[in-house]
């Protein structure tokens, strides 16, 4: 059964620092685009990053430019996600997902495998 469990949240402070991981088991998806989406209470799921296949091409979604990185390390099948400068409305819960052949990075309905989610809390 392929699962994708996801680590690192946590509460952080204003400009403070977190990496997220998704280790990904029961199956590789070294051969898969990946990618980190996140989810304010009462607001909808939006992207926040995605990474090809062989970490070749990185996408971002422009309010996390310049302060998140996505990375992979497929002999470990895991994803991570590099979060610095943290603000305040970076709180959200983060997920992982396995993107399919097609379609943008960056909309939610072209992913088809999701882990369960990780809390990131910053503080002001």
């Known amino acids: 059964q392929r699962q994708l469990v996801e680590s690192g949240g946590g509460l952080v402070q204003a400009g403070g620092s977190l990496r997220l991981s998704c280790a990904a088991s029961g199956r590789t998806f070294s051969s898969y685009a990946m990618g980190w989406f996140r989810q304010a209470p009462g607001k909808e799921r939006d992207f926040v990053a995605g990474?090809?296949?062989?970490?070749?091409?990185?996408y971002y979604a422009d309010s996390v430019k310049g302060r998140f990185t996505i990375s992979r390390d497929n002999a470990k099948n895991t994803v991570y996600l590099q979060m610095n400068s943290l603000k305040p409305e970076d709180t959200a819960v983060y997920y992982c997902a396995v993107k399919t052949p097609r379609g943008s990075y960056y909309t939610d309905t072209n992913y088809n495998y999701w882990g369960q989610g990780t809390q990131v809390t910053v503080s002001s």
């Open positions: 990474i090809s296949w062989n970490g070749g091409s990185a």
